[in-house]
């Protein structure tokens, strides 16, 4: 289909950008990527008046690693995020979900703060987000905030961000060197949306899991930590059998919605195999 009729603008300022954000009264769209906000436009699910073309802002494409975590630039592509090799290390579990990221020619494009802002229920940054406790740091007429990504993410394309604001950047905490992280999804295709995906993450105390951070994608209208099967991780030996057991009770924390490509009660199933091959690739590590 053909994109509906709209003005374009390519804001040199971030204050200019948020000014013709701000000018609009929420019929203006940011535009990052475009990897998701352009098909959305060409099936007229959204039909903005303004595109403000992001491309030119200042500051926006680092990539900042240091001993507080990593801090990503809204325009930090994915394949930005895969040709970084401080990330190997300063977050192995976020380079990992982005390998998974749709295919080669979306992750030459596509944005963290595009997907973020999306909100796509079965994105793999926004897993990131909560699973890793991220922070993210918006600006609009009102000045600049931080929300916390527990708040960010309100629902199925639906976010805490005001029309005239804007992502600026992503803070992911510091990464403990000796801690233990898997990432699981699963898709009727490569590069597909998951039906369901898991990312997790525990430190070791005294030689049991401590600090359990467990994430699920594409089971509910919005990316959601799990806090019975942390803590049916946290204080635990982690052995085979504590990996059946914590993914048992992941399948029975979430709440699937069920729609044309799988059943409710699969993705219920699948979000406890994702999580048990999660947790027995962190102990492999």
């Not at 970084?84 to 579990?93: E, I, M, V």
């Not at 708040?151 to 961000?161: E, I, Y």
């Amino acid at each position: 289909m053909k994109l509906p009729a709209f003005e374009y603008a390519c804001p040199a300022t971030i204050n200019e950008a948020v000014a013709l954000l701000a000018g609009h009264a929420g019929d203006a769209k940011p535009l990052a990527g475009g990897q998701s906000l352009v098909p959305m436009m060409a099936f007229r699910i959204v039909q903005p008046s303004l595109l403000v073309d992001l491309r030119r802002l200042p500051g926006l494409k680092e990539t900042k690693v240091g001993p507080n975590g990593v801090c990503l630039g809204a325009l930090v592509r994915w394949r930005d995020i895969l040709d970084d090799k401080r990330l190997a290390t300063a977050n192995p579990l976020l380079r990992e979900a982005v390998s998974h990221v749709a295919h080669y020619q979306i992750r030459n494009r596509g944005t963290v703060g595009g997907s973020c802002a999306h909100a796509d229920p079965a994105s793999e940054m926004p897993g990131i987000a909560q699973a890793c406790e991220a922070t993210f740091t918006v600006i609009g007429k009102g000045g600049s905030r931080t929300i916390k990504a527990t708040d960010f993410f309100k629902g199925a394309l639906t976010t805490a961000l005001k029309p005239d604001e804007i992502i600026i950047e992503i803070q992911l905490p510091a990464w403990p060197p000796a801690r233990r992280w898997g990432f699981q999804e699963f898709a009727r295709r490569r590069g597909d949306f998951a039906m369901a995906g898991v990312a997790l993450y525990y430190d070791l105390n005294g030689g049991k899991a401590a600090n359990a951070h467990i994430a699920v994608i594409g089971v509910g209208d919005h990316q959601r930590r799990l806090p019975k099967a942390e803590a049916a991780l946290n204080g635990q030996t982690v052995n085979e059998a504590l990996t059946i057991k914590v993914g048992e009770t992941a399948a029975a924390e979430v709440e699937p919605q069920e729609d044309i490509h799988a059943s409710a009660a699969y993705r219920r199933a699948l979000t406890g195999t994702l999580t048990e091959r999660a947790l027995k690739a962190a102990m492999a590590r």
